[in-house]
């Protein structure tokens, strides 16, 4: 898999889960990672375990939470987590497309 990175640009000109969905062009959540390849780099991503040992309602509840949390953090660290609150968005689009 090819690891793609959102650039500053990207970062502050999505705007709404469309945007994002458009800049994807059609690409998965599970190929892109936002803010470094830390998880990209190892042989399985976190949350495919996730979503393979939780529940189906409990896989959306951690992504849920995650939207969340970088909601309200953006702003407050020096990371991109609007970027990853929209990441976490598309995965949930992924798997759960009328929520």
Do not use: C
């Not at 998965?28 to 949350?47: E, L, N």
């Not at 040992?53 to 896989?59: M, R």
């Not at 509840?61 to 953006?74: E, H, P, T, V």
């Amino acid at each position: 898999m090819t690891t793609k990175q959102a650039t500053d640009d990207q970062v502050y000109s999505v705007k709404t889960l469309a945007d994002f969905a458009d800049q994807l062009n059609g690409t998965s959540a599970d190929d892109i990672q936002v803010g470094g390849t830390h998880y990209k780099d190892m042989a399985i991503q976190p949350w495919a375990v996730m979503e393979a040992v939780l529940t189906h309602a409990e896989f959306v509840g951690f992504l849920k939470g995650n939207i969340i949390k970088y909601s309200l953090r953006q702003g407050k660290k020096d990371s991109p987590d609007a970027e990853k609150a929209r990441h976490y968005m598309a995965k949930l689009n992924e798997i759960e497309p009328k929520w």
